[in-house]
């Protein structure tokens, strides 16, 4: 097994399996040393967050998927990035006020572990948006596209599931493929907004 320990560094790398892994943990608590089942990340992960925000362990396996321990303020902030909701949005969804989201975004306090949950679970959805270079997944955040409930209903509800943002990202790259054949992004004409005009709605008053 190899294992690098650097106090200017954040990352673990080794080469060992997921079941049998341990991370040797020395200068980044400035102790003496202590070894962490990497099968039991979810306990000891909290600790160092405390103690060392930005610390995450990186597998030398490409096969092998990063574990995933940002941090809360990390979290929000690839939320925001990517489908740069309201805060009044997110505090209805992990139902706190504004003032608590502004908190946990400058890392002044920590949501509850139930709460810290549902931010993870909308935080792997931008993810998968971003990975898959979705554009418009700011618009998606709404769309009512699982039985009348949206990306946002799931995470307030706490059943927010990977499946779900698959089917938006398929979703999506489907309506950019359709747009692509349609010819209207090769189109030379300026943006109008003609379509708005009252004429072309029968029967409207505007």
Known sequence: MYTEILSTRRSVPFQQPVSTAVVVIACA??????????????????????????????????????????????????????????????????????????????????PEDEKLARIRSLSLAADAFQKARVTRASSLLKMKAFEGQSLLDLVAAGTLLPEHSQTLVA????????????????????????????????????
């Open 29 to 110: 608590l400035g102790g003496t040393g202590s070894v962490f089942a990497l099968s039991h990340a979810s306990a000891w992960s909290k600790m160092l967050d405390t103690r060392v925000p930005n610390f995450y362990v990186q597998t030398a396996d490409a096969n092998v998927a990063r574990l995933d321990i940002r941090s809360t303020a990390e979290h929000l902030a690839n939320i925001r990035q990517v489908f740069n909701p309201a805060i009044a949005d997110l505090a209805t969804v992990f139902g706190v006020s504004r003032q608590a989201i502004y908190k946990w975004i400058g890392g002044e306090s920590k």
């Open 171 to 206: 979703e999506a790259q489907a309506m950019d493929a359709a747009y692509s054949r349609s010819g209207l992004a090769r189109s030379k004409a300026a943006p109008s907004d003609d379509w708005r005009a009252e004429l072309s709605i029968p029967g409207s008053s505007e």
